[in-house]
Every structure is written in structure tokens, then in C-alpha cells.
């Protein structure tokens, strides 16, 4: 059953993993960009 909350989690947790490898792979100056 995927339920919304399940869904949500999974996103975060796609995005969380994405920032990450995106923070240790940018520039500083890209990273204040993206944020």
C-alpha cells in the first residue's frame, strides 16, 4: 500500500540524497545558487 506519507518520505528522502551528492560536488557559488 503507498500511501501519501509514504510518498512524501520518499521524496524527501530523493531529495535529501540529491542535495547531498549535489553538496559535495558543486562549488560554493553553484551550492548558493541552489539554495
Keep these: 500500500n ?3 506519507i509514504t510518498v512524501t ?3 524527501r528522502a530523493f531529495f535529501n ?3 547531498i ?3 559535495f ?3 560554493p557559488f ?3 545558487v541552489l539554495i
Aim: aromatic share 16%; net charge negative.
Design 17 to 19: 540524497a540529491w542535495w
Design 30 to 32: 553553484d551550492l548558493a
Design 2 to 4: 503507498i500511501g501519501p
Design 25 to 27: 560536488s558543486e562549488t
Design 9 to 11: 518520505t520518499g521524496i
Design 21 to 23: 551528492v549535489t553538496f
